[in-house]
């Protein structure tokens, strides 16, 4: 049985950080791409990048990039979002998922974590 559990969400002011983790059990995280997604109000979901079991991480566009960065430490099977520089437009429910081993389809997701960025 896969479970993945995102925590590390919460109220957040424009500006500041937070780190997110996605505590995987049922698979290695190391074996499988690790993928980040998010979901804000009204909107579908959106790919924020992910991690590929060679460590290797893509991101979605270049801001998610230049203030977004994925981890994983495989000793705790865990992946990790950290979000520098949080803007208002980052408000979302993220949530973690798991591909195969090629990275094409995501099978198991987590229940997701809120993050809500304020003024």
């Known amino acids: 049985q896969v479970d993945l559990v995102e925590s590390g969400g919460g109220p957040v002011q424009a500006g500041g950080s937070l780190r997110l983790s996605c505590a995987a059990s049922?698979?290695?995280?190391?074996?499988?791409?690790m993928g980040w997604f998010r979901q804000a109000p009204g909107k579908e979901r959106e790919f924020v990048g992910r991690?590929?079991?060679?460590?290797?991480?893509?991101y979605s566009a270049d801001s998610m990039k230049g203030r977004f960065t994925i981890s994983r430490d495989n000793a705790k099977n865990t992946v990790y979002l950290q979000m520098n520089s949080l803007k208002l437009e980052d408000t979302a429910v993220y949530y973690c998922?798991?591909?195969?081993?090629?990275?094409?389809?995501?099978?198991?997701w987590g229940q997701g974590t809120q993050v809500t960025v304020s003024s």
């Open positions: 049922g698979l290695t995280v190391s074996s499988v791409y």
């Open positions: 998922a798991a591909s195969d081993r090629v990275g094409t389809e995501y099978y198991y």
């Open positions: 991690i590929s079991r060679f460590g290797g991480t893509t």
